[in-house]
């Protein structure tokens, strides 16, 4: 399976959101908004993102939430290499194809070496899915 070209944005003003890991080009297409450090970022649930009851995969979720949890670690770090060390997750309600999904992940407290993260994860204004995660600043201790 080969990335899926970017469509048009979910939602006026975002933009495609420049992806360079190799795993997470095959998640999106995910868009961005607003500034490094405080970017909302969006994408529009499709067929490969369901699992067989036709519901959000639960594994999508938690990609997701790396993809952009990690990318706001990655502005707010001036694009230090860093890596997931902990993510916990609450799945609150389903999400459907044809939902955008979004996020403005939220720095919770960075250290030397970690940066704490967090982020509600929305379908509209209702929080669907929420994550507090820890990352690890390569090169630090």
Request: net charge neutral; aromatic share 10%; proline share 9%.
């Amino acid at each position: 399976m080969s990335p899926q070209p970017n469509p048009a944005p979910p939602l006026p003003g975002f933009v495609p959101t420049h992806l360079v890991d190799p795993f997470e080009i095959y998640v999106g297409p995910v868009f961005e908004h607003g500034a490094p450090g405080a970017k909302t970022y969006a994408m529009r649930l499709d067929a490969r993102h369901m699992n067989r009851r036709g519901i959000l995969h639960g594994g999508m979720f938690m990609t997701f939430a790396d993809l952009t949890l990690g990318q706001a670690v990655w502005d707010l770090t001036n694009k230090a290499p860093v890596v997931t060390l902990n993510m916990q997750t609450h799945f609150l309600k389903p999400a459907v194809e044809g939902n955008i999904l979004q996020v403005t992940p939220e720095l919770v407290r960075r250290t030397r070496a970690l940066v704490f993260m967090r982020g509600d994860f929305k379908v509209e204004d209702e929080t669907i899915f929420t994550v507090q995660s820890v990352w690890k600043l390569l090169g630090q201790s």
